[in-house]
Structures are given as structure tokens and as C-alpha cells.
């Protein structure tokens, strides 16, 4: 069996009659679909050589949901749902933006996780220097007029994972990086300089 790579997001339809395998998809597109609606695009099961009917798959059996007696004794009785009236929270972000932060620590200013108490001054402090070194890659990234919004983070309340965040790759970004540390170097180095 060959391995195939994974698809890229784009290319996946999010509908729930998306059969990823092109070839089942050409046939039935309903294949995922249960119970199986009637008519419309679905069509009717497969059929074998002679043109009879196969039947569908059936569907996974489902657990009925019920009230288990609570005392010893007591029967148990058929769910009864809540009968709480639906709401929807609409939601819609502000509009507030913010400049670029190039000296940020988001796992420790945001979220709060930290480290040993011994460690965490040493671990900011070497983040910060790195952040200082790499300045101008961080500005070419992300110039300094770029409007720059909250969203894309945890929110309060949200159990945040532990994560470490990658530094974006930008050949541009490496570019100016390498031009500036060379430029620094000739500037500022003893004898090398005009």
C-alpha cells in the first residue's frame, strides 16, 4: 500500500458529504452520510455484477439516552432534555490594534507559564537578547507601521497548552538581518573600520 501525503486544507470541501477518496467520491459522495437522505444528489446503493441492490451500510448503533433510578429499586426512566430556550452570543471582535511588540514573551506576559523560580529571570533575560540581536529580522517581518490586532490568541478563561512558539523563516527578513550584522561589524569593529 503507498503512503500518500497528506492533503492540503484547501482541498478538502468542509461539507458532510466530503468523501476524500476521489474514486468512492465519483461513485457515492453520500458514502459518509447516516442515515442516508433520500433522493437528492445521493444515489441509491451500489449494485453487484447482476444489477441487484446492494444494501447500505447501517449506521452505528446509537445509545438511547435515559434516567437511571437513583435509589436501589427505582426504574429507570426515558431522558427528558432541558427545556431551556436556545441562545446564540454574537460575538463580533473590536476593531483595537496595536503596533508590532518585538520584545514580547508571550507563554510568560499572556498565558502565565512559568518556570522555576531561579530560572525564569535567566530564561527572560537570554529571550530578550536573543529578541535584541534579532531585531531587525523581527522588523523587516513585521514593520513597524503594521497594524497588528489580538485575535489569533487564547482568550481568559481558556486552558492555554504548553507550546513553544518557532521563529517565522523569511529569506527577506534573514537578508536584512545578515546586511545589518555585517554592516555593524565593518562600523564597529576595531581596525576594520574607515
Not at 170 to 185: F, L, R
Request: net charge negative; hydrophobic share 35%.
Amino acid at each position: 500500500m503507498a503512503i500518500r501525503p497528506f492533503r492540503k486544507i484547501a482541498d478538502i470541501v468542509p461539507y458532510d458529504n466530503y468523501e476524500p477518496d476521489p474514486e468512492l467520491a465519483a461513485k457515492d459522495q453520500c458514502n459518509n452520510l447516516c442515515p442516508r437522505p433520500q433522493g437528492g444528489d445521493c444515489p441509491d446503493c451500489a449494485k453487484d455484477g447482476e444489477g441487484n441492490l446492494i444494501p447500505c451500510p447501517e449506521c452505528p448503533w446509537e445509545q438511547e439516552l435515559r434516567r437511571i433510578g437513583r435509589a436501589p429499586g427505582e426504574p429507570d426512566r426515558p431522558f427528558v432534555p432541558r427545556d431551556f430556550a436556545h441562545i446564540h452570543y454574537c460575538w463580533e471582535p473590536t476593531n483595537l490594534y496595536h503596533i508590532p511588540i518585538y520584545f514580547e514573551d508571550v507563554t510568560l506576559e499572556r498565558y502565565g507559564h512559568t518556570r522555576c523560580y531561579l530560572i525564569q529571570p535567566l530564561f527572560s533575560l537570554a529571550k530578550f537578547a536573543v529578541q535584541l540581536g534579532g531585531l531587525p529580522y523581527q522588523m523587516s517581518l513585521y514593520p513597524v507601521w503594521e497594524k497588528q490586532y489580538s485575535l489569533g490568541y487564547y482568550r481568559p478563561g481558556e486552558f492555554v497548552p504548553y507550546k513553544y512558539h518557532q521563529i517565522p523563516l523569511n529569506a527577506k527578513a534573514a537578508v536584512v538581518e545578515a546586511g545589518v550584522i555585517s554592516g555593524a561589524y565593518f562600523l564597529f569593529a576595531p581596525g576594520v573600520g574607515p
